[in-house]
């Protein structure tokens, strides 16, 4: 299990699954045009089902390496739900299923702190940023787009209440008065197409569209758009952060390897000072036993 961990984490797999997840973009791309199918309709299908059986052999080690832990990374759930409606995708009634594999593209996003050690992030931090500002901003929309509900259903059921009767195309319940709000706010043919005939009916009506206009129109959409720039700005801060920290470890790193290297002289230097001394001493070990050799070779000769 160790070994598959090891292999489901290593650079060079996720960086080929993220090469098929962008060959598989691109075959299915192809397939959509009727004249490259008339040519390589076949070869295209062949390669289709090569990716999915890489994707399904993926998710397989995955479940293998991680086991129960697989099921706590949002990003292994992504996989898995887009890797079986692709699997699904082959029954007739769900073929559309099947464009839903073209989602797995987003996981490169993952990726792009990995990159950081192929020098790669400096090209990609705007993408990160815009991506980032865009998820970090979906609590603020998500409210923003409660409050802009509420206005609708409380100007649809005045709309309702006032010109039903009269404009039942446009506000005959409360879903035709939603989807006529909807296009008042889109300001498309608002004027002329919808308030001014229904002014010629009803004089003080201006007093129903433009607030609507300005609350909706103005108001919500700038609130909107402060919230993705202030989460923009958040999110750079963030990367800020990031960079200036890998480059302090960078440079941490530097000296933990200059002083590596400055202490490997003065280890080689001891080395070579204690053979000296060993050298030394065996000299002096061999001169001592050459002296007492010659003094009991005289004494024996005195004793002769």
Known sequence: MKKIKTLVESSWFQNAILIVIAINAVIMGLQTSASVNAVIGPVLVVLDYICLGIFIL????KLMAYGFRFFTDGWNWFDLIIVVCSVFSGLAFLKVLRVFRIFRIFRTFKA?????????VSRLDKLRMIIGAIGKSIPGISWT???????YYIFALIGTSLFGEAFPEWFGSIGKSLYTLFQVMTLESWSMGISRPVMEAFSWAWLYFVPFVLISSFVVMNVVVGIVVNSISEVQEQLTLERDKAKKQENEEKKESAAEGADTPAEVTDAA???????QMQMQIAHIEKMLENK??????NGK
């Open 273 to 279: 000072a204690l053979e000296s001394k060993l050298a």
């Open 112 to 120: 792009l702190k990995g990159l950081r050690a192929m020098r790669m």
């Open 145 to 151: 787009a409660v409050l802009l509900l509420l206005i």
């Open 58 to 61: 993926e998710i397989l080690l």
């Open 296 to 301: 009991m070779t005289g004494e024996k000769n």
